[in-house]
């Protein structure tokens, strides 16, 4: 298995906000700066498998809270009620509304569970300097960062709800704290993505830094 | 975990190894699942600390509850919620979780009350409107049990009576409950004051305690001689005064009611809250002066006591005074006769003043009333089932004194004491009828039939032969008879020649009578002038007579 030669053992580094590459004088500075956009330059991103680590549990930690705790009240002729994200799910589900069930399903359970399991796949892989299926999680990163865009939609659904409906007795629609935890899991997962350096993937035994 | 400078061979001259700055330097990026740690147990902490008791309320259905959103409301605030809703284990109940918030603890006493709140109409009311959009809700009102418990019995119903309110509660023993249902109105003087709160069957099972809510400031009218009584339907009296029809209000004759008044001179004070009263059934029952104690006396009846029903009244010289409580049938197996056992309660008191005019012995109440009727019976004392209608047959139970009343004994000791009785008069009459008729009916009627049919063909026959023979031979002899009565009239007739020679012929004999005495005179005083012939000296002549008669005597 031939691999490319690194950056490290050309001698080079490579910009993380404008890409140019430049000399690699980090062992002799510690410390060096971009020449053109004057970003910090860096090997790898720095403690990218402890951030990502810590944003990917605090988000599976306020998972919890974003599913036991109801996400959205809705009051019609006066009997309101709170719905937590599963048990409107279930309801759309029972009332033959399967797309929209799928939707919220995939939007807030499986999206969240994937990312969850695909990154903790990949930072797992990554401490423990794994070759296996180098390629195929390199594809997972990937799609994590493409499903990121859309983990939103949960909260943006509330918000726009929230706004619309506001019929006083008739029909009402607030937000509940479960929303917040929602979007927090969300936020926590896409810095997680985000300080995953994903060169780490290639960053194999058989090669030296 | 970085190396660097770890080659010093390669390196042609030693140098100062860079500092690295990440060994052993905390990555600030640990606070974030730190905070949301803390965060989550923060929460957790405070979901534990704030949850309230668990409780269980058993329904006989889950109508219009849903777990996770029907409320549970004290007072119309919630504190808490239906988390579950299962069937228990046979399946005849429904068990429904109720999460409480904590400051509910309070309302999980032992006697606490939890029912559903959903619309309902009825003739008492609606109730629960605002439940038809709001959807059901489980309503709480707390109890006053110092113990807690975590699982209940849910009530089907609404409760009338909710802790809190002003007003007391009083209990009602009464036979049965009629009409009566949870929330019927109680009246006094025809304003609603108050309703039922509840009922129940006393433990033996014999009658119904029924507890009634009075609101205050009526609670007050209730006094130790209150009577209640049971104002259900209508009562419809025809009496001397006409026709009468009494009700407290519509809603009465059809869920029924209770109402309640005081003797006016009563002067009791308000009764407490505890008090037991007696429902009566209707108002004259319930304001008549209390019977007192009671007497059973049990009496035998050789004869059918068809019409006697249980409840006819036992009077005494026209007064009520008890009634027939049993009726049973009694068998003598030497005799091989059927007899009837009447069960009767007397109430002396209702006798009112003679009472106190009876002389009483001594003794217990049972020797006592004992002794006195057997006073009563030597006297004729004889129970007697009388006709009460002729024609219903309804018999009653009449005291009477009977004074040809055979002698019995009375056996004081005898319990329970048992009064002798006498045939009623009726009875009696029946009797003579069934005889009268049975002889009837003894009697050849058809062979007499036939006999008089027979005979009066002889009749017949007789009559033709009187027609055309006697009649006309009648006829002459009469005739002929009135001829002779003819002559005889003209020989009897005043006038006629025999009855003037009749007078003349008597007057003769008169004369003739005369002369003789006037002789035997003679001869009396003088008996020798039938030897010397008449004496010279006359006697003393007679005014009007011309005939010397003797002196001392005139004639006639």
Redesign the interface.
């Given at each position: 298995m031939s691999l490319p030669p690194r950056a490290r053992q050309l001698g080079v580094v490579g910009c993380h906000a404008c890409g140019l590459v430049c000399e690699d004088k980090l062992d002799e500075t510690g410390h060096a700066d971009c020449p053109r956009c004057g970003a910090a330059l860096h090997r790898r991103r720095p403690d990218s498998l402890a951030r990502a680590g810590a944003f990917l549990l605090a988000g599976m930690i306020f998972y919890i809270p974003a599913n036991m705790l109801p996400v959205m009240y809705t009051s019609l002729l006066g009997s309101g009620s709170d719905n937590t994200i599963l048990r409107g799910v279930v309801e759309f589900w029972k009332a033959g509304s399967y797309g929209i069930a799928l939707v919220i399903f995939t939007a807030s359970v499986a999206v969240p569970c994937t990312k969850f399991l695909v990154l903790g796949l990949l930072l797992a892989t990554c401490r423990r300097r794994s070759r296996w299926a180098r390629r195929e999680r390199a594809r997972l990163y990937r799609l994590v960062e493409f499903v990121g865009y859309w983990s939103m939609l949960d909260v943006l659904v509330v918000a726009i709800v929230a706004a619309l409906v506001k019929f006083q007795a008739l029909s009402d629609i607030e937000p509940r704290l479960g929303i917040l935890f929602f979007g927090m899991v969300v936020i926590l997962t896409m810095l997680s993505a985000l300080s995953f350096d994903p060169r780490l993937i290639w960053d194999g035994d058989d090669t030296n830094r | 975990m970085?190396q660097?400078?770890d080659t010093p061979d390669m390196v042609p001259e030693p140098r100062e190894p860079?500092?690295t700055?990440?060994r052993g330097r905390f990555?600030l990026?640990?606070?974030?699942?730190g905070?949301?740690?803390l965060?989550?147990v923060s929460?957790l902490v405070h979901a534990w600390l704030s949850s309230g008791p668990e409780i269980t309320v058993t329904f006989h259905t889950a109508t219009g509850l849903e777990a996770?959103?029907t409320p549970v409301k004290y007072k119309d605030v919630t504190v808490g919620a239906v988390s579950a809703i299962a069937l228990s284990a046979d399946g005849a109940q429904v068990i429904v979780t109720l999460s409480l918030v904590k400051s509910a603890l309070s309302l999980t006493r032992e006697d606490t009350r939890f029912w559903v709140v959903r619309p309902r109409i009825g003739i008492g009311g609606v109730s629960g409107i605002d439940t038809l959009?709001?959807?059901a809700y489980i309503a709480v009102d707390t109890g006053t049990a110092q113990q807690t418990s975590t699982a209940f019995t849910g009530l089907e119903t609404p409760p009338t009576v909710i802790g809190g309110m002003p007003g007391r509660s009083f209990t009602l023993h009464t036979d049965d409950l009629g009409s009566l249902d949870i929330g019927s109105p109680v009246y006094y003087r025809r304003i609603q004051v108050g309703r039922v709160a509840a009922y129940r069957l006393d433990v033996d099972g014999k009658s119904v305690g029924v507890e009634v809510f009075i609101d205050a400031p009526y609670d007050r009218f209730v006094t130790a001689d209150t009577r209640f009584w049971n104002a259900s339907g209508v009562d419809v009296s025809i009496g001397a005064d006409g026709f009468k029809l009494k009700t407290q209000s519509v809603a009465t004759i059809v869920a029924g009611g209770i109402a309640f008044a005081t003797p006016e001179s009563s002067q009791s004070e308000a009764a407490s809250g505890s008090t037991s009263f007696v429902l009566a059934k209707d108002q004259a029952t319930a304001m008549a002066p209390p019977d007192g104690p009671s007497q059973f006396v049990q009496l035998r009846f050789d004869q059918s006591l068809r019409g006697l029903t249980v409840g006819a009244p036992v009077e005494f010289s026209g007064l009520n005074i008890g009634q027939v409580i049993s009726r049973d049938l009694d068998y003598d197996q030497n005799q091989h006769h059927f007899s009837s056992l009447v069960g009767i309660v007397v109430y002396p008191q209702r006798l009112g003043r003679v009472l106190e005019k009876l002389r009483m012995p001594a003794g217990d109440a049972e020797q006592r009333s004992a002794e006195f009727l057997r006073g009563m019976v030597e006297h004729g004392l004889r129970a007697e089932a009388r006709s009460g209608n002729l024609l219903t047959g309804q018999l009653f139970i009449s005291l009477e004194f009977v004074s040809d009343a055979p002698k019995v004994t009375f056996d004081v000791s005898a319990r329970p004491l048992t009064l002798p009785t006498v045939n009623g008069s009726f009875d009696r009459l029946q009797e003579q009828v069934a005889n009268i008729v049975a002889k009837v009916e003894r009697l050849p009627l058809d062979a007499i039939g036939r006999h008089v049919d027979m005979a009066l063909v002889d009749l017949d026959k007789t009559f033709l032969q009187v027609n055309s023979r006697v009649l006309p031979e009648t006829a002459r002899t009469l005739l002929q008879a009135g001829q002779t009565f003819g002559a005889a009239k003209d020989l009897l007739a005043d006038d006629a020649p025999l009855q003037q020679k009749l007078g003349q012929t008597l007057q003769d004999v008169q004369r003739t009578a005369r002369s003789l005495r006037v002789l035997t005179d003679l001869l009396g005083t003088h008996p020798e002038s039938l030897l010397l012939g008449r004496p010279d000296d006359p006697a003393p002549a007679v005014p009007g007579s011309h005939k010397p008669v003797p002196a001392q005597e005139p004639l006639r």
């Open positions: - | 970085t660097t400078g860079p500092v700055h990440r990555s990026v640990w606070l974030v699942p905070i949301a740690v965060i989550g929460m996770g959103k959009f709001s959807g």
